[in-house]
């Protein structure tokens, strides 16, 4: 069973921020299922990933003026702030470290992040191209 089941909660109606997300779980999926040999590289790709999607997350932020821009993207630093302490571990060969991130906190920020700031982009950039 997957680790977070691609079955549309996670959706906010804006297809690049979609994309990300469908990525992220796909990732997160591959890394809750790899061997300790493959975990190391494949935990790279998903903080490489990570850093991508915030970058276009915060442009379109920046694009759109969105008010809640400054919360945003500290709450994206904080993350990435984490992931790289763990990185740190993993590098080490601390595997177990990795997979408590993996497994106990990335899915649950995930789903909080899309339900709550992720929703609020998308709704403002829609309200923007209809005004």
Same mark, same amino acid.
Do not use: C, Y
């Given at each position: 069973m997957a680790l977070i089941e691609k079955n549309g909660f996670l959706l906010v109606g /804006? +297809?690049?921020?979609?994309?990300? /997300?469908? #990525? %992220?779980?796909?990732?997160?999926?591959? !890394? *809750? +299922?790899?061997?300790?040999? *493959? %975990?190391?590289? !494949? %935990?790279?790709?998903?903080?490489?990933?990570? #850093?991508? /999607? %915030?970058?276009?997350e915060n442009q379109l932020m920046e694009q759109s003026a969105f008010p809640a821009e400054a919360e945003h993207k500290g709450e994206h630093q904080r993350v990435l702030g984490e992931f790289k302490q763990f990185k740190k571990r993993v590098d080490k060969g601390l595997i177990t470290f990795g997979r408590s991130l993996v497994r106990e906190r990335l899915p649950q920020w995930l789903e909080l992040h899309v339900r709550t700031m992720d929703s609020a982009l998308a709704a403002h950039i829609k309200a923007q191209s209809q005004a």
């Open positions: /804006h +297809a690049p921020i979609d994309h990300d /997300h469908d #990525e %992220f779980i796909t990732l997160l999926n591959q !890394l *809750d +299922a790899a061997d300790n040999g *493959d %975990f190391p590289a !494949l %935990f790279q790709q998903l903080l490489a990933h990570t #850093e991508q /999607h %915030f970058d276009r």
